[in-house]
């Protein structure tokens, strides 16, 4: 992707590939999510199962399972028998709770204008950067998991 910056009589030109990061826990959470979801039919998933499936390490797994509990993603059932479930239908689980779930709120964070108000450069780079964490909620929001389940 190339894009120009022009402020305050300086152009910068920056030639670049953009990325989005998000962690590991992250990507593991829509993995074991999707595992749920396309397991529906056990009524109940375990960890262990996940776990092995995707080779998560156990532990680390069912913090990020507890994450998604907390957040009314999943449910979880104690026991022997116990495991996860979907805590309501892929059509009303998003992309966007789940990594939430797991990472937090995703707002912007740059605040570069707290540091120099003064400088018009630095109140346009907070603009962008608000604009896009909209923009990537919002396509985070728009991802249903049954479309994610589908292809679609």
């Known amino acids: 992707m190339q ?4 402020t305050d009589n300086i152009r910068l030109h920056v030639l670049k590939e953009i990325k989005m990061r998000m962690s590991r826990s992250t990507g593991y959470a829509l993995l074991a999510v999707g595992h749920i ?3 529906k039919d056990q009524k109940i998933v375990s960890s262990q199962d996940i776990s092995e ?4 390490p156990l532990e680390y797994l069912l913090k990020i399972l507890q994450q998604l509990v907390r957040a009314n993603v999943l449910r979880s059932k104690r026991g022997p028998r116990g495991g996860f479930s979907l805590a ?3 059509q009303k ?3 966007l709770q789940i990594v939430e779930a797991v990472d937090g ?6 605040n570069l204008a707290e540091q120099t108000p003064r400088t018009k450069f630095c109140v346009r780079a907070d603009k962008v950067h608000e604009k896009a964490i909209a923009q990537a909620r ?6 249903k998991l ?3 389940l589908e292809g679609k």
Not at 53 to 56: M, R
Not at 138 to 143: D, S, T, Y
Request: proline letters at 9%; charged letters at 15%; glycine letters at 0%.
């Open 138 to 143: 919002a396509v985070f929001h728009k991802a």
């Open 105 to 110: 709120p995703m707002v912007s964070q740059l």
């Open 88 to 90: 309501k239908p892929p």
């Open 37 to 39: 979801a396309r397991h």
């Open 53 to 56: 499936q995707y080779d998560i």
């Open 3 to 6: 894009f120009e910056i022009q």
């Open 146 to 148: 049954s479309s994610l």
């Open 93 to 95: 689980i998003t992309m």
